[in-house]
C-alpha cells in the first residue's frame, strides 16, 4: 500500500509554500507522495481573478519539480466539483493506496461550509497544518467543534494508516509567509509565462490543452 497525502486547492498560482509544506507533511506522516489536486474550479471562490487551469497546473508542476508531489488535474476526468465526491471516487479507483488529507489551518475555518464535511472526515484521516494567525479562530470553528473529539496526538502521526475514520492530526511546521494573493497582487498577469506551455498531468498522464 502506498501512502499518500492529498492537498487541494486552486494553485493560482502554485508558490514555494504549498512545496515546503508538502515536503514537511510528507516527512512528518511518513508519506510516499503527495497529489497536488489542481481544481477545475472551487465552489467558494469567485471566478474573477482565476488564472486558466492549464496555467495554475503549470505552475505547480513547476513548483514540483524534483519531489515527490505530483499535480493532477484529475477531478475534471472524474467529472468532480466537490471534495467530498473527488475523495470517494479516488479511493474506489485507487484501492491499493492509503490517503489522508492535508489542509491548512485557513481551510479549517470555512471546512464546515463544505459540501457534506463529516462525510470527507469519514472517507480518510485529516492532517491540519497550522497556520499561525489562523489558529485560535480554526479551533473555535464549527467543524473543528465537531472533530475535537477524533483528534490523535501529533507523536503518532507516521501511524495514521491505524487509524479509523473520522481521525484528524494537527502538524506545525515553522510559518511560511509566502502566498497566492501576495503573488497574484505582485504581478496580475502571473500566468502569462505559462500561456505556450504544454503540460501533462503528472497522475493521468493525459494533455491539459491551452484553450
Not at 515546503?20 to 507533511?25: E, G, K
Not at 484501492?95 to 471546512?111: A, C, E, R, S, T
Not at 479509523?164 to 510559518?175: D, G, I, K, Y
Amino acid at each position: 500500500m502506498s501512502r499518500i497525502g492529498i492537498l487541494g486547492g486552486s494553485f493560482n498560482p502554485a508558490h514555494g509554500a504549498h512545496r515546503s509544506v508538502s515536503l514537511l507533511a510528507l516527512k512528518a506522516l511518513g508519506l510516499d507522495e503527495v497529489w497536488w489536486l489542481v481544481s477545475p474550479g472551487n465552489p467558494l471562490k469567485t471566478a474573477e481573478g482565476m488564472a486558466p487551469l492549464p496555467a495554475r497546473f503549470a505552475s505547480a508542476a513547476k513548483q514540483a519539480r524534483r519531489s515527490p508531489i505530483r499535480p493532477t488535474v484529475i477531478e475534471r476526468d472524474l467529472g468532480t466539483r466537490y471534495t467530498v465526491d473527488t475523495l470517494r471516487k479516488l479511493v474506489r479507483r485507487y484501492p491499493k493506496h492509503d490517503f489522508i488529507w492535508l489542509m491548512g489551518g485557513d481551510n479549517l475555518v470555512q471546512f464546515g461550509q463544505w459540501r457534506n464535511w463529516r462525510g470527507i472526515a469519514r472517507i480518510m484521516p485529516i492532517a491540519v497544518i497550522a497556520r499561525p494567525s489562523y489558529n485560535s479562530i480554526a479551533h473555535g470553528s464549527v467543524a473543528m467543534v465537531w472533530l475535537r473529539r477524533f483528534v490523535r496526538p501529533a507523536r503518532q502521526s507516521r501511524h495514521w494508516t491505524d487509524w479509523r475514520p473520522p481521525a484528524l492530526v494537527l502538524l506545525r511546521f515553522r510559518p511560511d509567509p509566502r502566498s497566492a494573493t501576495l503573488l497574484r497582487r505582485a504581478d496580475p498577469l502571473w500566468h502569462r509565462e505559462f500561456d505556450d506551455t504544454p503540460v501533462r498531468d503528472m497522475l493521468t498522464r493525459q494533455l491539459i490543452i491551452h484553450q
